[in-house]
């Protein structure tokens, strides 16, 4: 039996780990995919808005080419963790739901069965893209997650949203030559996008160069265009591509299968003590940005780094090693 399960291998979940290791418990993350695999899927060109210094963990330096490292810095810094400190990890192993048997939890995965008697929830909120809930939205030409820009070249492209992602989106599109027009269900963008990417798209959109369209929602995606809802009225648009930057919520569904309490209020934050970051499960804890639940722009790399630390010191006590 483990003294300890990870559930998700991002930056929280390496950061127990790490501790774990640190602490000399028996432990092993679960990763249903790759390595950093909300990281890995980010788009292909991103840069971090933290400096590479304020993603550290473990006080391990990362090293990047300017103070915001990019996706791929981040990946390698990742990948280097792992490697020097010998991480326990098992990928493409994906917990279906948990349940307390013989005084520990057992933990059922895409594989088969887990032992242990602490875990730890660390998967994030990148799994679950918030939909638009309107017809044509499982058409092809519709994106919730933003890869590469070259697809979208002398493409005439539908960027919904109006928070960082989207007006990140929305720029490199323009930038590479696509038509781009902007669907945003608020009065302005997001006044608290990044101050360095916030006038750039405030300038492309009042001389023309991005259209959008303000108060304003999808009604339909058709193949060829897309009907929008504005306050002139309906309105169709010609179009090859929707990029859907409308963020993302936590997995619930898997929530609900180990067992945590959900607060029932609008942000549908899962339970937990402030103080050690057990959830309603005792021996259970829920580590990283999956914390803040709907609400997911509270909790990042930077503030739940000591994450990892709480809760292991917390593992020591019950476990009398402290
Ligand atoms: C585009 C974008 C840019 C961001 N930029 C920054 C930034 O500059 N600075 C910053 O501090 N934060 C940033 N964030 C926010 C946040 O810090 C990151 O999302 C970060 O990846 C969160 O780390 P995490 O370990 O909590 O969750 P995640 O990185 O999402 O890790 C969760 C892991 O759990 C795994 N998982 C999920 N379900 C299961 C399951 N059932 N079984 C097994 N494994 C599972 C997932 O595959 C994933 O690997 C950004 C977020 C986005 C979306």
Not at 84 to 89: D, E, K, P
Request: charge should be negative.
């Amino acid at each position: 039996m483990l003294d300890l399960v990870i559930i998700g291998g991002g930056p929280s979940g390496i950061n127990c780990a790490i501790e774990a290791q640190k602490a000399h418990l028996n432990y092993v993350v679960l990763e249903k995919g790759v390595l950093v695999n909300s990281i890995f899927h980010f788009p292909a060109n991103m840069t971090f808005f933290s400096t590479s210094k304020k993603l550290e963990i473990a006080g391990v330096p990362f090293i990047s080419h300017s103070d915001k490292p990019t996706r791929r810095e981040a990946l390698e810094y990742y990948r280097r963790l792992m490697e020097s400190y010998n991480l326990a990890i098992d990928f493409d192993m994906q917990v279906l739901g948990m349940h307390k048997k013989d005084g520990h939890y057992s933990i059922s995965t895409s594989e088969g069965e887990y032992h242990t008697k602490y875990v730890i929830v660390a998967t994030g909120f990148y799994d679950k893209p918030n939909l638009m809930g309107v017809p044509g939205e499982n058409l092809p030409k519709v994106k919730h997650y933003y890869d590469e820009v070259h697809h979208y070249i002398r493409k005439k492209v539908m960027v919904v949203g109006g928070a960082n992602s989207a007006c990140d989106v929305a720029l490199e599109c323009w930038q590479k030559g696509a038509d781009v027009t902007m669907a945003v269900r608020g009065s302005e963008l997001y006044q608290r996008v990044k101050y360095w990417i916030l006038p750039n798209i405030e300038n492309r959109i009042k001389e023309g160069s991005i259209q959008a369209h303000f108060n304003t929602t999808i009604k339909e995606i058709l193949p060829k265009s897309v009907i929008l809802n504005t306050p002139e009225g309906e309105k169709t648009i010609y179009n090859d591509y929707v990029l859907a930057m409308t963020g993302y919520s936590p997995n619930y569904e898997l929530l609900e299968n180990l067992g945590l309490a959900i607060d029932t209020d609008e942000l549908r934050t899962p339970i937990f003590d402030e103080n050690t970051l057990e959830s309603n499960l005792p021996g259970v804890y829920l580590a990283g940005v999956v914390n803040g639940g709907l609400k997911t722009n509270k909790y990042f790399i930077e503030n739940t780094r000591h994450h990892a630390d709480v809760i292991v010191r917390n593992i020591e006590l019950k476990e009398g090693i402290l």
